[in-house]
């Protein structure tokens, strides 16, 4: 008996329904990918099969392993399971890990827990840092000397520590840089097929789940709409959403190229240093260049995209271009007139932002009316500002009754448009759009991407689109500029930059972002 | 519950407080010394003092000046302190956060009830002396919650957005990051206002606060110490109203805390 199976799950959470009949089958040494949008119910499944469920839920159904049901046992049975036989990796590997024990210990407890030694547990920490590709870091180093990447690497020797016969990943490289992204999928495929267990893994991203998952179930609302082997699944798609979810996910905005000549926004040799702490007390304290000499032209109506990994300055550079902090080095204009932190209100007034995170952009205390008013601090509130406050949520497909709603009234989508609408009041020329649509669902985002090339076409606007997104920038913008540590390593046309990169760091930036199998009818 | 008990023995005591503007049972600078120490009975609830005064009108104009004391030193706290925590965090790193922060730690590093004592004896004993001396050290503990809760918010994304709308750091401070903080402030501001009466009380008691005639809780206590073998009444009862005043906040103050915690408020995650 070797079977991994869920059984029809049903789990209510209170009142609400969360999963109904959701049946899955697990064959070791294969992955399954659960793919759905948030709220769809699929962490929901993971944690119900490890049983780490919130207060209040009810489960119905089986989660049969070797032939034995895990949600007949006892809590002291189950933890007794819990890393042994089922195993987890969560999304986040920033909190994942306990920020003050060493990553060797950390290893060795789950060896220790189920009854191993500490030299045992020590032992297998060498070897699973090895097998994690993590070899040459010693087994004494805290979480924050190593990078992401290398964090979610712990994260997975933790969970295969013990050889669980079912490995569960929640959307593990959804944090991850693109590159970094596809080494650690390489691993776990590496892994899953070495070890024999069988791998439920988690995402929202159809693309990942074609390259990685043997076996691909949709879910919606609870429900499994469809589920079998990847190719087939992709060539024939016979359920209506996952046939939604795939096109959304290539969502191509229909938009044309409105770029006039004349620069807007041009960036000279920009360079942003920080000042790092003195290594002793007499030394002279180091500098950290974020942004170094990058210059570039953004045209009038034109949407330029600016692409890189984490930590390569974009955010820097963005708040720079913002005004909010000033440049050790070269200048930055928009229409002529220098972009400082003292620059005049009616300059700033030109241009607008949207962050990316929908739950954080928003006073929580403030209406939306008070929110979208914000930036006329700049330019004095016009005497019409109830019509232009209605004007703006409609053009962004929202009601002008909304207007005294509090923000947590909407949805993640709702409130990316809502911050739209508050980066068009002003009418600005120039709107920078920093990440705003990594953290929105695929058939959200395909709408919020047609919203912005809608309002582009109409008014006139100039896009900065920051994103790690290749596909987003790819579906939006005019021009690419790929950063890398500080510097643009290449510019030119978008079309072209994805048909033939130059730079070596563009081609494995492509080469890294997991695609989806091209249409079929 | 637990914010409910604390707030009926809160309130409980500055109803009588309130009362005794209104209406004592008996006028406490009246002296009866035919009629001291009294049993509690009829004519005196909780009987007499030494001097013949009614224990509870002491007790009830006692509440009266402690909670004075503590709400005004709280509220020196509150208005120097929150304006100076939120400009420093205003300008984090800067020279005038630095200025800010070590002048707190200066007045953090003197042990508070000495340097009370010190202003008092230095400017007489008053109960106007007592709210300065109390106050001053109340301004630290309120510019270290601002800063800290104000320098998390910082980093948020709706105050990028208010720079973006080139608002600057005082009008930032006053519009977003004040509502935010409230709920820490009123935590902070219900344990501050039962140290309060704690320190009020202990000057009082070796008589650097408050001054006869006017009742206070520790002067009650400080006069009843000859007779504690005799009478263990005259002093078991104003330590008990200071004992249930500052469990009362205590508990007010952690119920408020959970109540208002925002890690449990969605709209603020």
Redesign the interface.
Known sequence: MTGREIRDLNLAIGDAPILRDVSLRLEAGQILGLVGESGSGKSMTALAVMRLLPAGSAVQGAVMLDGEDLTGLTEARMCDRRGRDVSMIFQEPMTALNPVQTVGDQIAETVVIHGGSRAEGQARAADLMARVGLAQIPLDRYPHELSGGQRQRVCIALAIALHPKLLIADEPTTALDVTTQAQILDLLQQIVAEEGMAMLFITHDLAVVSGLADQVAVMKRGVVVEQGPTAQLFARMQHPYTRALFAASRHQPPRQTLAKPQPLLTVREATRTYRLPRSHLFAAPGALEAVSRVSFTLHKGESLGLVGGSGCGKSTLTRAILGLEPLQGGEIRLDDQLITPDMSPSLRGRMQVVFQDPYGSFNPRHRVRRILAEPFHLTGSPPDIDSRIGDALTSVGLDPTDADKFPHAFSGGQRQRIAIARALITRPDLIVLDEAVSALDVSVRAQVLDLLADLQGRLGLSYLFISHDLTVVRAITDRVLVMEAGRIVEEGQTDQIFAQPQHGYTQALLAAAPKLPEAAA | MQLWLGAALTLSVVFAAALSFLWTPYDVTQLAIAAKLQPPGPDYLLGTDHLGRDMVSMLMVGARTSIAVALVAVGIGILLGVPLGLWAAATRGSLVDEIVMRGNDVIYAFPSLVIAILITAVFGPSAVNAIIAIGIFNIPVFARVARGAALSLWT???I????????RGA?ISV??IL??ITNLLIVQGTIQFSLGILAEAGLSYVGLGTQPPTPSWGRMLADAQTFFYGTPRVAVLPGLTIVLMVLGLNLMGDGLRDALDPRL?????
């Open positions: 948020r994304e709706f990028l957005a208010a720079r973006v709308a080139g608002k009008r519009e977003h509502p935010n408020r969605r709209s603020v995650q």
